[in-house]
């Protein structure tokens, strides 16, 4: 188990990342390393090879005024000083060593170069150990050979510092990033393993259960793993209600069918009681109600069917952009003559030219619905008023419907968009209670806002507000409360 525990650990992506982060990081250091150990001694050889040239020049100035004699003088003397920082090989053409405390050089070199010599930087020194010198090598006019060097001891312990603590940086780096990697990755294998858990619980039904996004009962840290969960539980919020939703079809169906399916029962045993009685006017009727039943069931089964499609948002493939001027104006000369036949005013403000993105054909029958019940609620004589214009805010346009009818409750307006829904005054009049239904699919669809509020001195106020605009006119006047 804990072995599989430490697998499951190294195969996260988290452990991988750190590994790559450690790689790049050590390149990165290369990098750096190459640029400061150049920087650091060149700097240093710099120095030293300062110091020789300008020895060089003092002694070259002398072998000019005085020869190779003056020259050797001049190297025995500054050896005397036993604090002096340079060593000094001074031969003649033959090779022969004329003054200084370098050994012999059996073959000359001419310029800088770095030498390991078995003597110590001044007269004093009887160690033998070899020493790391900067050296400089200078022919003379005459035939000779004068060799500098400086102890170059310094320049090498620097060498071996940087690299060590190059070295040792290295190895405190990828250990870290090892450790580093494991606690990152034992971290957010312990977040996948809850979010795993929870995802099982889910899937064997337990629709509740939502994924994790606290910790030790504090509140998250809002990391992509907290935005992860909270994305996925407002999704499983929106499965669950569509679950409860088609658990709730299902009984609402199963309830409100029946009352249909048992009347049309009985008209068919009247249908059948008359034809045992010969009764041929008897049957017709029968078979006329039959029929209106069916065809009730039809429009309800229909209904459903039509909000089922449209919440899958296929319909939104189809969409293109809307004259909702147009399509409103088109609705009410539809409805003109059924509110004449109640005595019913229904006034208008519509501002033109007002263009959405969306379906006509399902932004007409939304319409539709909403002016067909202001005017079924609405008593005989009522004024129905109808505007579009721009929302508060100029988010968008707005279609606003008002009527003084007898309005709906408060508590009960989020209710009246649910399936089979209807108020307990409406029960009596005809409809299946998905004309609100359809409405409010549609109008998630289009992304758009319904909202309901009492309407001044009585009544129920529509407003339908939509945001996917694409012309509103700077003429469209602002609703008004």
């Given at each position: 188990m804990k072995h599989q525990r430490w697998a499951d650990l190294v195969r996260t992506t988290s452990?991988?990342?750190?590994?790559?982060?450690?790689?790049?990081?050590?390149?990165?250091?290369?990098?750096?390393?190459?640029?400061?150990?150049w920087a650091a001694i060149g700097a240093m050889s710099g120095q030293l090879d300062a110091g020789l040239d300008a020895e060089r020049a003092v002694l070259e100035d002398r072998y000019r005024k005085g020869g190779i004699?003056?020259?050797?003088?001049?190297?025995?003397?500054?050896?005397?000083?036993?604090?002096?920082?340079?060593?000094?090989?001074?031969?003649?053409?033959?090779?022969?060593?004329l003054a200084g405390n370098l050994p012999a050089v059996p073959s000359l070199r001419v310029g800088r170069s770095e030498i390991e010599a078995p003597i110590g930087t001044s007269a004093v020194d009887v160690d033998y150990e070899?020493?790391?010198?900067?050296?400089?090598?200078?022919?003379?006019?005459?035939?000779?050979?004068?060799?500098?060097?400086q102890d170059a001891h310094s320049l090498d312990e620097l060498r071996e510092f940087v690299v060590q603590a190059f070295g040792w940086g290295a190895a405190a780096t990828l250990v870290l990033a090892v450790l580093g990697g494991m606690a990152m990755s034992t971290s957010v294998l312990r977040r996948v393993e809850a979010i795993n858990r929870a995802s099982e619980r889910i899937m064997a039904g337990d629709l509740k259960r939502r994924l994790p996004t606290t910790k030790g009962g504090r509140t998250g840290t809002g990391d992509e793993f907290d935005r992860l969960a909270a994305n996925l539980n407002v999704m499983l919020d929106r499965i669950e209600g569509l679950v409860q939703g088609l658990r709730q079809v299902s009984t609402d169906i199963a309830h409100d069918l029946r009352t249909p399916l048992g009347r049309l029962r009985r008209t068919l045993e009247l249908a059948r009681d008359s034809a045992l009685a010969d009764n041929g006017s008897s049957i017709l009727t029968a078979i006329e109600?039959?029929?209106?039943?069916?065809?009730?069931?039809?429009?309800?089964?229909?209904?459903?069917?039509?909000?089922?499609?449209i919440e899958t948002g296929a319909a939104r493939r189809g969409f293109a952009p809307v004259d909702l001027s147009a399509v409103l104006e088109a609705?009410?000369?539809?409805?003109?003559?059924?509110?004449?036949?109640?005595?019913?005013?229904?006034?208008?403000?519509?501002?033109?030219?007002?263009?959405?993105?969306?379906?006509?054909?399902?932004?007409?029958q939304m319409l539709a619905n909403l002016v067909e019940n202001a005017l079924?609620?609405?008593?005989?004589?009522?004024?129905?008023?109808?505007?579009?214009?721009?929302?508060?805010?100029?988010k968008g346009p707005q279609v606003t419907i008002s009527d003084d009818g007898p309005g709906i409750p408060e508590a009960e307006r989020h209710k009246v968009f649910q399936r089979f829904y209807r108020l307990d005054v409406s029960r009596s009049t005809p409809g299946n209670g998905l004309g609100l239904a359809l409405v409010a699919a549609i109008t998630d669809l289009h992304g758009a806002e319904i909202r309901l509020f009492d309407n001044t001195p009585r009544g129920l106020r529509v407003e339908l507000i939509?945001?996917?605009?694409?012309?509103?006119?700077?003429?469209?006047?602002?609703?008004?409360?």
């Open positions: 452990f991988r990342l750190a590994l790559l982060y450690a790689l790049l990081f050590g390149v990165s250091a290369v990098v750096l390393f190459a640029v400061f150990y004699g003056a020259l050797s003088a001049a190297i025995t003397e500054r050896l005397k000083n036993p604090v002096h920082p340079l060593s000094y090989l001074l031969q003649d053409v033959s090779g022969r060593v070899p020493i790391v010198f900067r050296t400089l090598g200078v022919p003379l006019n005459g035939g000779g050979f004068l060799f500098l060097g109600n039959a029929t209106a039943e069916v065809d009730m069931l039809l429009t309800t089964f229909g209904a459903l069917l039509r909000i089922a499609q609705v009410l000369e539809v409805y003109t003559s059924a509110a004449e036949e109640k005595n019913q005013t229904l006034g208008r403000r519509i501002a033109a030219g007002i263009r959405v993105i969306g379906d006509r054909a399902l932004l007409t079924r609620h609405s008593p005989v004589g009522a004024n129905i008023e109808v505007a579009l214009c721009a929302s508060s805010g100029a939509f945001t996917e605009t694409i012309t509103l006119p700077a003429t469209a006047k602002e609703c008004r409360g």
